[in-house]
T-cell receptor, first 114, second 114 residues
Framework: DAKTTQPTSMDCAEGRAANLPCNHS???????VYWYRQIHSQGPQYIIH???NNETNEMASLIITEDRKSSTLILPHATLRDTAVYYC???????????????FGGGTRVLVKP | EAQVTQNPRYLITVTGKKLTVTCSQN?????MSWYRQDPGLGLRQIYY???????DKGDVPEGYKVSRKEKRNFPLILESPSPNQTSLYFC?????????????FGDGTRLSIL
């Protein structure tokens, strides 16, 4: 799986959009970009994923650059409950891959402030 | 409600006293995994299961056992716990069907081995 680079931390104002960048310059053509988050000491939570098109769901939007070397997760209206560590993961969608194992890097610690 | 349930949530015990952490999912998922999370080391996979009666070692299996007699349950067994197994443990499940195969995590079990 390709390596990702994320900022260590960032602050965001409540009600504003939070834009979380992720660099994955060594991404391969068959690797997807996944985002998870982990609220303090809770289990990681899936947010969104994409291959090359921009994606949106009820939680967030994912913008992937045309060369796929970077992406941005957008939380459109951040709330205090969005305070968490956000992980960007790049992986192949292999159904036999170690039971769908996830490998998390350091992530970005997002603090949403009132 | 779709969920992964772990028990207990917290446990303090002593070296050598056998313990079992239970994990159950109600989504009919084929894949199940156990992870441990330690500061600075991220999430590491202990064991995983691709389906009933099919289990395999993850990255850090030493000192642990698992079984998968039923599709919904995947208990983690520590036959002779040691202090270095003090950690936060997560059970996760996912399906291999379809393009999107996000992992669903339990709320975690915090184990302290004295």
């Amino acid at each position: 799986d390709a390596k990702t680079t994320q900022p260590t931390s960032m602050d965001c104002a409540e009600g504003r959009a939070a834009n979380l960048p992720c660099n994955h310059s060594t991404i391969s053509g068959n690797e997807y970009v996944y985002w998870y988050r982990q609220i303090h000491s809770q289990g990681p939570q899936y947010i969104i994923h994409g291959l090359k098109n921009n994606e949106t769901n009820e939680m967030a939007s994912l913008i992937i650059t045309e060369d796929r070397k970077s992406s941005t997760l957008i939380l459109p209206h951040a709330t205090l409950r969005d305070t968490a560590v956000y992980y960007c993961i790049v992986r192949v969608l292999e159904r036999s891959s170690a039971g769908n194992k996830l490998t998390f890097g350091g992530g970005t610690r997002v603090l949403v402030k009132p | 409600e779709a969920q992964v349930t772990q028990n207990p949530r917290y446990l303090i015990t002593v070296t050598g006293k056998k313990l079992t952490v239970t994990c159950s999912q109600n989504m009919n998922h084929e894949y199940m995994s156990w992870y441990r999370q330690d500061p600075g080391l991220g999430l590491r996979q202990i064991y995983y299961s691709m389906n009933v009666e099919v289990t395999d070692k993850g990255d850090v299996p030493e000192g642990y056992k698992v079984s998968r007699k039923e599709k919904r349950n995947f208990p983690l067994i520590l036959e002779s716990p040691s202090p270095n197994q003090t950690s936060l443990y997560f059970c996760a499940s996912s399906t291999y069907r379809g393009e999107n195969q996000p992992q669903h995590f339990g709320d975690g079990t915090r184990l302290s081995i004295l």
